[in-house]
C-alpha cells in the first residue's frame, strides 16, 4: 500500500518536473512577460520532494540551462549573459528553502518559501548584474539604484513563484490524497 503511494508520488514527481522544464522553455518563448517563468517553484518543489538532493538541484538547473541553450541558438545574446552563475546560485538556493518542505509541507509553509525564494532571487540576481556588468556604477549608489531598477520585475517573478507552486503542491497534494483513497477503498 505504501508502496504504491510512494511509486505514484515519484512518477508525479519526475513527470511534473519534465513538464515544468518543457513548459519553462515554452514560457521563455511565447511570452513577452519578463520574470514569469516556473524555475523557481521548480526549485522549491525539486528541494521539497527529490531526495537525492545533489539530483534535487541538478534537475531544475539543467531545465533552466537547456532554455537558456535553446534561447542563446534561437536569439543569440538572450540565453547566455554575464551573470546568470547569479540565477543559477539563486535557484540552486531556493532548492535548499525546499528541503525545509520534506518534513511538513503547509499551505503557509509553501507559501512563505515561495516568497522567500522569490526575495532570495530577486538579491542574488540583482547583485549579479551589478556586480558582474558595467550597468551601473561599482558602488554603494550603484547598488541601489540596480535594486531600485529591478523592483519592476519582482513582481512578475512573485506572481510566477506563487502560481506554479500552487498547481505542483497542490497537484501533489490531490495525487498523494487520490492514492491514499484509493488505497484504502
Known sequence: MINRINRN?????????AALIILSIAVRFFTDIPNFAPFGALALFAGAYITNRSFAVFLPLTGLFISDTIMEISKPGTGFYPDMVFNYAAYALTVALGFLLRSSRTPVKVFGLSVIGTALFFVVSNFGVWAITNMYPHNFAGLVLCYSAGLE?????????LAFNLVLFGSMYLVTERSKSTVTA
Open 9 to 17: 508520488k515519484n512518477i508525479f514527481v519526475y513527470a511534473s518536473i
Open 153 to 161: 520585475f519582482i513582481r512578475n517573478t512573485f506572481l510566477s513563484d
